[in-house]
């Protein structure tokens, strides 16, 4: 255009020059007709109009809808949705109390104690209920053991009694089709079944797990009393039966000691994880921690872990070596033979063993087992070594014997000791029991809460044998494997509908309250039995188990603890403190016998193989499988691999290439006629050919979320154990066909990339040094220290300004603070495919960082969370002021004028932001968690976020407000400590603290000005405040690694 | 659509008939409370696919004794 003006401008009469030589004579034209000279073109050229534009235009020829009738549509159409919209808010009236009971004020929370049986530990807990449901749990400040603090699977168990998969009513089975039976006919059913049992002789096998209450033994025990054909068969599929045998071996009576971490100086662990899945870990833990804090240099304690699996545990060892499982026998050889030797021999032990060579052969670093062995011999007394639950039993023997000559027994706890009310059934009664039924001697199989089909090795039959079973029942909360082949499927009631005791420890009794009347048409299990044992359906009370609990405790414990008030004061108090110590129970049931030295001198090492060798291991999130079901706890990432929704077949870089495969690729494991495919993982700091695979996935039957989730590790079990129950070498492992989507919340790839190698190091985000470092010059950490000066003046934060400090000396990796975080504020569950897409709603994480080598890494978790930063980048970039800055130093977000530019995450640089792309209760699972009654679950006093809003941690505002109002009410200050966020409060190893960072006197004001303390990124200037301890490792003085 | 005039329905200068506007307020009335009782899931951002026998009734405990009187969050 601007050319043909210039052409134009040149030519005098630039319209009317259309001859095709002018036309051509031009550099540009706008089409071929122009080119062509076509008069049409020419004529528009010349007249601004077209012809028959400015006619007079028919109304007839236009749309047939006129303004008016648009608009009256318009009007209509506006009226008509706002009228049929519902209020999407409006879930029904509130109606207030007719006859309001008496504990409840709404709006205020009520806490009861209780214990968890999430496991054989009996944690005590705290329940927190609004309005009579329970909403958050936590542990009891007052239970001894646990002291105030849970498991990540406790935590989340609250989920469970909400479940909208969990049983009703009972269900008969017959002819293949379910169908509800009232309770009253199932027993009187029962009760016939049981009296022909007894009278025809045949037997009643009642399949439970490990017992440890009291009562429930008692009744057990009744129940036998009165049907003697009932036979008992138990099992923990996870259990210390090894460590067990292996103490009586030794010793020849008692049970393995607890122990005091605490009093350690130096720990060995071999493919131990005492602080992840084996004993009491929550114990443990507080008890580890105690001796790895940044304020105690001179206590801390040194760990050195030997172990083919990357665990929990081993993650946190000062030094760590891989070996695998089978060499481990071979290895505490070598090392009691060493140390023996340097000792003068107390012991006799045949074989000729060198612990150098062992090291050569198995590429153990010479210089650290030269160490860990002065280490060991110049703290003897106070150094412990620990044998895994799964190893063989020659190693326990083997390591009873070293710490019997090392002295290391003085750490052994002789004030109390765990009880052990019945022993796990061995393989021969398994086969008893399976061959009787397969036999017809069995007339009644009662599962009591147990799901041996799912649980028991495949080729013991017990499913096959089963259906030869003219009547079973399973008592259980849902639907399991076992439970779809029974005759009767009976719901029993949530842990937290129930009554019970336990008592784990010697004098320590801890009482089990329900804190809500049964939603559904359930039973405790043991008044099921106790209506059976009756003999009439008339029997049942809704409360006859608890006042068969109350007498056996009247007659039993009050009998023996001679207190001077009377047994209802008692009960009461008892109950509202959830725990009873019964200091008089001293150490008569604490029996040792003797150290036999036969049991050493019979060890002797067995010829290795080089071959793959397969390790099944514990998972941390669902335990056994029992939790498979519960969303939290599946997308809780593993705290070693970050994996979440699956597990996996982890194994070395190493391995990974000599079976040419990668992560994400699928591998074939075969033991003899049993075969099974898993996916890779490339797992640094695995041992190479070490197979490792966690169990409790693949479940067929364990309801909408948890079927049809990961690999059943199980079908590799077998009966025939040669090396150990879930040890197998020899195996053969091969490339399967076809990849599986592995979906990790971590990306791994630091250890190989050149540019992202060791970024948390170089970058600050993680700081460390040694003990040694730090007792010669405290403050060796300054130079790094980055913290930038402002042109802008602070902010002066008058009375409270709220802070945080994470020691990462204490902190193991457990995620106990994220599903505490979970719960407390309502964090939906995404689902694997959105987790891939990088949108889980964790607001808080455990990052877990690698350095050094892909074989032998060194790893460093830092709990990772909004950090409350004084100028903080999200603040400035939100275009609608939803998240800004309080009075006391939160960064605050208004989820109601959020409108979802994500600016804010963008900027942030701790990517802690989370945005809800979806109303994620709607869309995960087809709207699985917006099924009645999840919603139950919900913490009122946190908003339930739904799409296109912005959300991340609050400092859990929500209970500075209650701690706020409550100063109010009681007109004094708000003090820091008058706060524990969630996070802090589930903290088992106390990591975190919060605080008033203005109180000099707080501890999260002393972390700010202490030695080790820092920020993260201080060097964008960010002011977060969240100061971290830097770690530790407490390598030895004469190691410069 | 054909903007006809129809003698049946408009009044000579082309409104609509009263009756006849009053005919169609009605009949959109009644859509609109027919579709009020109806649970239709895309208005509401929650399902209301609630059956009336499956309610659930939270009701504590009787025998549930509270914990003590002492705080629970913070240091005592």
């Known amino acids: 255009m601007e050319q043909e003006r210039l052409t134009g401008m040149n030519n005098s009469n630039n319209s009317d020059n259309n001859s095709s030589e002018d036309i051509k004579g031009s550099r540009f034209w706008r089409s071929l007709k122009e080119l062509g000279s076509d008069s049409e073109i020419n004529e528009t050229k010349a007249n601004e109009f077209m012809q028959g534009v400015t006619d007079d235009f028919d109304i007839k020829q236009l749309a047939g809808v006129s303004r008016r009738k648009f608009l009256a549509l318009l009007s209509a159409s506006v009226a008509f949705a706002a009228a049929s919209c519902s209020n999407y808010k409006d879930k029904g009236e509130i109606v207030p109390y007719n006859k309001k009971p008496e504990e409840i004020t709404p709006g205020i929370a009520n806490y009861y104690a209780s214990t968890c049986t999430g496991c054989s530990n009996a944690c005590g807990i705290l329940i927190k209920t609004r309005e009579g449901r329970p909403i958050k749990v936590d542990g009891n400040p007052q239970h001894p053991v646990n002291m105030g603090k849970i498991c990540a699977i406790g935590q989340a168990s609250v989920l469970n009694l909400y479940d909208p998969n969990r049983l009703r009513k009972p269900i008969k089975i017959s002819g293949g089709s379910p169908s509800e039976i009232p309770w009253t006919n199932v027993d009187d059913l029962m009760i016939q079944a049981l009296t022909e049992a007894q009278n025809s002789n045949k037997q009643i096998a009642i399949i439970t797990g490990k017992i440890v209450s009291p009562t429930e033994s008692k009744l057990l025990n009744e129940f036998k009393a009165k049907y003697p054909n009932t036979l008992f068969y138990s099992y923990e599929f996870f259990n210390d039966d090894i460590r067990l045998n292996a103490w009586k071996k030794v010793y020849g009576s008692g049970l393995p000691p607890l122990i005091n971490w605490d009093m350690a100086n130096v720990i060995l662990s071999l493919e131990g994880d005492f602080l992840g899945s084996e004993g009491h870990s929550i114990e443990n833990i507080r008890l580890f921690s105690s001796k790895r804090d940044g304020y105690n240099k001179k206590e801390f304690n040194r760990f050195y872990s030997v172990e083919g699996a990357m665990s929990l545990t081993g993650m946190n060892a000062d030094y760590r070596m891989r070996l695998r499982p089978d060499a481990q026998l071979e290895f505490v050889l070598n090392l009691l033979n060493e140390v023996n030797n340097r000792l003068n021999k107390p012991l006799t032990i045949n074989g000729n063993y060198s612990l150098h060579s062992f090291a050569m052969q198995h590429g153990l670093s010479d210089k650290t087992i030269d160490l860990l062995v002065n280490d060991l011999l110049s703290n003897r007394g106070s150094a412990i070594v620990y044998a895994g639950s799964k190893l063989p039993e020659e190693v326990h023997v083997a390591v009873n014997a070293l710490n019997e000559i090392l002295g290391n027994a003085k750490l052994y706890n002789r004030d109390e000791q765990q009880i052990v009310f019945s022993s796990s059934s061995d393989k021969q009664q398994w086969e008893d029991l399976i061959n009787n039924m397969k036999n017809g001697n069995v007339s009644i199989v009662i599962h009591y809460d147990t799901n041996p089909i799912y649980h028991l090795p495949k080729d013991y039959g017990y499913e096959s044998a089963l259906r030869k079973v003219p009547l079973s029942v399973s008592l259980t909360e849902q639907e399991n494997e076992t439970s779809s082949l029974c005759t009767y499927t009976l719901p029993i009631n949530h842990a937290l509908e129930s009554w019970g005791d336990y008592n784990i420890r010697t004098g320590i009794y801890s009482l089990q309250q329900p804190v809500i009347y049964p939603l559904y048409t359930t039973r405790q299990k043991e008044a099921a039995l106790m209506v059976w044992l009756a003999g009439n359906k008339a029997a049942f009370k809704d409360n006859m188990y608890h006042e068969y609990l109350m007498s056996n405790w009247e007659k039993g414990l009050f009998q023996s603890m001679n207190m001077p008030v009377d047994f209802k004061t008692f009960w009461f108090t008892s109950l509202e403190n959830g725990v009873v110590q019964n200091t008089k129970a001293g150490r008569e049931g604490i029996q040792q016998g003797s150290f036999s030295r036969s049991s050493v001198s019979a060890l002797s090492s067995k010829p290795q193989s080089n071959g793959f060798i397969l390790y099944i291991k514990h998972n941390y999130n669902l335990g056994d499988g029992k939790y498979a079901n519960n969303g939290w706890l599946q997308e809780l990432p593993h705290p070693v691999s970050k994996v979440v929704w699956d597990n996996y077949a982890a194994i070395s870089p190493e391995t990974a290439k000599e079976l040419n495969v990668e992560t994400n690729d699928k591998i074939e494991i075969t033991i003899g006629n049993r075969r099974q495919e898993f996916p890779v993982f490339i797992q640094p700091g695995t041992a190479d050919k070490v197979i490792v695979v966690e169990a409790g996935y693949g479940r067929s039957k364990a309801g909408d979320v948890g079927s049809d989730i990961g690999v059943n590790t199980n079908v590799l079990l077998t009966k025939d154990i040669q090396l150990a129950p879930f040890i197998f070498n020899n195996i053969a492992v091969q490339k399967a066909h076809g990849s599986y989507n592995l979906v990790t919340t971590q990306e791994m790839h630091s250890l190989d990339e050149t540019r992202v190698k060791d970024m948390h190091l170089k970058r600050g985000i993680i700081r460390q040094g040694t003990v040694q470092e730090f007792k010669e010059n405290p403050g060796f950490l300054e130079k790094e220290k980055r913290e930038q000066p402002s042109v802008n003046k602070d902010v002066q934060y008058k009375n409270v300004k709220w802070g945080m400090g994470i020691d990462l000396n204490k902190c193991i990796g457990c995620n106990a603070c994220v599903v505490s975080c979970d719960v407390e504020n309502n964090i939906p569950v995404v689902g694997k495919d959105q987790v891939d897409r990088g949108r889980i709603m964790h607001w808080f994480r455990v990052d877990r960082y690698y350095s050094g080598t892909p074989e032998d890494p060194i790893v460093y978790n830092q709990p990772m969370l909004c950090q409350h930063c004084d100028t903080a980048p999200c603040e400035n970039v939100c275009p609608v002021a939803a998240t800004s800055h309080s009075p006391d130093g939160l960064n605050q977000m208004a989820y109601n004028r959020c409108v979802g530019t994500r600016y804010c995450s963008n900027n942030c640089p701790y990517k802690v932001r989370r945005f809800n792309f979806f109303n994620f209760r709607d869309h995960f699972a087809d709207g699985y968690y917006q099924q009645e009654p999840i919603e139950l679950v919900y913490n009122p006093e946190v908003t339930v976020r739904s799409r296109g809003v912005m959300e991340k941690c609050t400092f859990c505002v929500q209970r500075i407000m209650l701690a706020r109002e409550k100063a109010i009410e009681e007109n004094r200050p708000l003090k820091g400590s008058d706060v524990e966020t969630a996070c802090q409060q589930a903290c088992p190893s106390r990591a975190i603290v919060f605080g008033d960072v203005n109180d000099p006197e707080s501890v999260v004001s002393k972390h700010r000005v202490h030695e080790l303390g820092y920020h993260v990124l201080a060097e964008i200037n960010t002011r977060p405040n969240i100061t971290y301890l830097a770690k530790l490792r407490n390598t030895l003085p004469e190691d410069k690694a | ?76």
């Open chain 2, 1 to 76: 659509m054909q903007n006809k005039i129809d003698q049946n329905k408009t009044n000579p200068s082309g409104r609509i008939k009263r009756r006849i506007f009053f005919g169609k307020l009605t009949k959109a009335i009644a859509a609109l409370a027919l579709l009020k009782f109806l649970p239709i899931r895309f208005f509401s951002n929650y399902s209301d696919n609630i059956s009336s026998k499956n309610k659930i009734t939270v009701k504590v405990h009787p025998l549930a004794v509270k914990y003590g009187t002492r705080k629970v969050n913070g240091n005592e």
